[in-house]
């Protein structure tokens, strides 16, 4: 379990979760087990599996953490990790290359170093690997998705079509939600372009509501350092500044 217990003390010295300092830079970090997942009872080859490298912003941050504390000892976590990812926004070109010249490099050494990990395992170990990989994403998302639904995000948008089932499900014809669901595309499929209009303008109609809820609820989330839960085109802009992006 050497791989593990490296990991959370890099994820400890930083103080916080990878995930909250990237929250604070605007930009998404991956789990630092996204590459490879293990089942847990192939303890020997988990033991053996290579480290991957640190990104450049979160080796910037776990160098200028002990600064910050150091220096502001009575801030808390959460004020740091703002300041540092300003820091980090606000630092100049030159001086971002060479820490992302250090992670390439140690990426390039990760990535030869996993293939020959990869070619080791048996078909057998392969197959648990993939299915543990596969488990692991589906969770993954499930736990994103309640997050966001306690934090409120809006609901998506619903197409022309789908305003149309929700109307005519109940009276479709069918014994089961199969059979209904079966009928009202079918139905959907005959319907004239003019009939269908009615429901392409609830559709629009739809979207500018989730357009403003999410401007709104967007906002919010920047307002109380949740920038990990924006959609990443807003993440990418967050660079010039919210202010300009939501004029």
């Known amino acids: 379990m050497a791989f593990l217990r490296s990991m959370w003390g890099v994820l400890n010295a930083l103080g916080r979760s ?5 929250s604070g830079c605007g930009s998404r970090l991956r789990s630092p087990f996204s590459f490879v997942y293990l089942p847990k009872w192939f303890s020997s080859v988990l033991a053996s599996c290579p ?9 910037f941050s776990k160098q200028q953490l002990p600064i910050y504390r150091a220096q502001n000892p009575d801030a808390k976590t959460t004020e740091l990790v703002r300041r540092i990812a300003k820091h980090w926004r606000e630092l100049p070109d030159s001086e971002k290359k060479i820490y992302r010249d250090a992670y ?10 996993i293939s020959k990990f990869k070619e080791q395992l048996t078909p057998d170990e392969i197959t648990s690997l993939e299915k ?11 736990v994103t998705k309640r997050k966001l639904i306690q934090l409120g995000k809006p609901k998506r948008p ?4 789908n305003v149309y089932v929700a109307e005519r499900f109940q009276e479709a014809k069918g014994e089961s939600p199969q059979e209904k669901l079966k009928t009202v595309k079918e139905n ?3 319907l004239s372009d003019s009939e269908k209009e009615l429901y392409i303008q609830h559709a629009k109609e739809d979207e500018i509501r989730y357009h403003n809820e999410m401007k ?8 109380i350092g949740r920038k990990d839960v924006l959609r990443r085109t807003i993440k990418q802009r967050q660079k010039y500044g919210a202010e300009e992006y939501y004029k």
Do not use: F
């Not at 480290?51 to 080796?59: A, G, I």
């Not at 488990?135 to 499930?142: E, G, N, P, Q």
């Not at 709104?216 to 307002?223: D, L, N, Q, V, Y």
């Open 18 to 22: 990878g995930a909250e300092l990237c």
């Open 51 to 59: 480290k991957k490298p640190v990104s450049s912003y979160l080796r």
């Open 104 to 113: 390439k490099a140690e990426w390039e050494v990760y990535k030869e170093n």
């Open 132 to 142: 543990e990989i596969l488990d692991k994403r589906l969770k993954r998302k499930a």
């Open 158 to 161: 619903r197409s022309a079509y």
């Open 188 to 190: 959907w499929k005959n």
């Open 216 to 223: 709104s609820w967007e906002e919010h989330m920047i307002e």
